[in-house]
């Protein structure tokens, strides 16, 4: 069964970093592009980044581009999003999920960007 | 950017009667594999999305067949042939040929 566990969120100031992450099982990881997508309070869906399974290539939103960074560890199984310069507006709940279509999604952790 | 419009915004609906959410991009969704990337989304209230139709048409392992997809080129529908309780949340369709991905803005479907 493919499991997908996300982690790390929290309450961080404006300008602070955070780091996420999600522990894959249930699948050959290494086979699979993996992506990040948000959800703000009360609002849809939004693609935050992507990243091949080798980890060669990655995709960004503009809304984080030079602040956000994908990268997994194929011998952790994980995926990881590095989040700098986080703004009021990066607030959401963060998912992973598998492929770049989305067919399995993890339970999501929550980001709060707040003073 | 691949915009994707939904309508409606909302969808009231009586328990056993059809339901219909529209899908509209603004380019084609026809990648040069010769597939079309338009899948459908659920989300339950208070849970993670889910995966329900896979480009265009099928459906995802353990849904139920009173879930359809169809379409084709910037045009696509879901279809619900009888509600249940159950199918209760907000849909959303996503295109996956064009980066960056982008998602439609929802439909909730609830109880009339």
């Known amino acids: 069964e493919v499991q997908l566990l996300d982690s790390g969120g929290g309450l961080v100031q404006p300008g602070g970093s955070l780091r996420l992450s999600c522990a894959a099982s249930?699948?050959?990881?290494?086979?699979?592009?993996m992506t990040w997508v948000r959800q703000a309070p009360g609002k849809g869906l939004e693609w935050v980044s992507a990243?091949?399974?080798?980890?060669?290539?990655?995709y960004y939103a503009d809304s984080v581009k030079g602040r956000f960074t994908i990268s997994r560890d194929n011998s952790k199984n994980t995926l990881y999003l590095h989040m700098n310069s986080l703004r009021s507006e990066d607030t959401a709940i963060y998912f992973c999920?598998?492929?770049?279509?989305?067919?399995?999604w993890g339970q999501g952790t929550l980001v709060t960007v707040s003073s | 950017d691949v915009v994707m419009t939904q309508s409606p915004l909302s969808l009231p609906v009586t328990l056993g009667q059809p339901a219909s959410i529209s899908c509209r991009s603004s380019q084609s969704l026809v990648y040069s594999d010769g597939n079309t990337y338009l899948n459908w989304f659920q989300q339950r209230p208070g849970q993670s999305p889910r995966r329900l139709i896979y480009?265009?048409?099928n459906r995802d392992s353990g849904v139920p067949d009173r879930f359809s997809g169809s379409g084709s080129g910037t045009d696509f529908t879901l279809k619900i042939s009888r509600v249940e309780a159950e199918d209760i949340g907000v849909y959303y369709c996503m295109q996956a040929p064009h980066w960056p991905l982008t998602f439609g803005g929802g439909t909730k479907v609830e109880i009339k």
């Open positions: 990243i091949s399974g080798s980890g060669d290539n990655t």
């Open positions: 249930g699948f050959t990881f290494n086979y699979y592009g």
């Open positions: 999920a598998r492929d770049y279509s989305f067919d399995s």
């Open positions: 480009k265009i048409s």
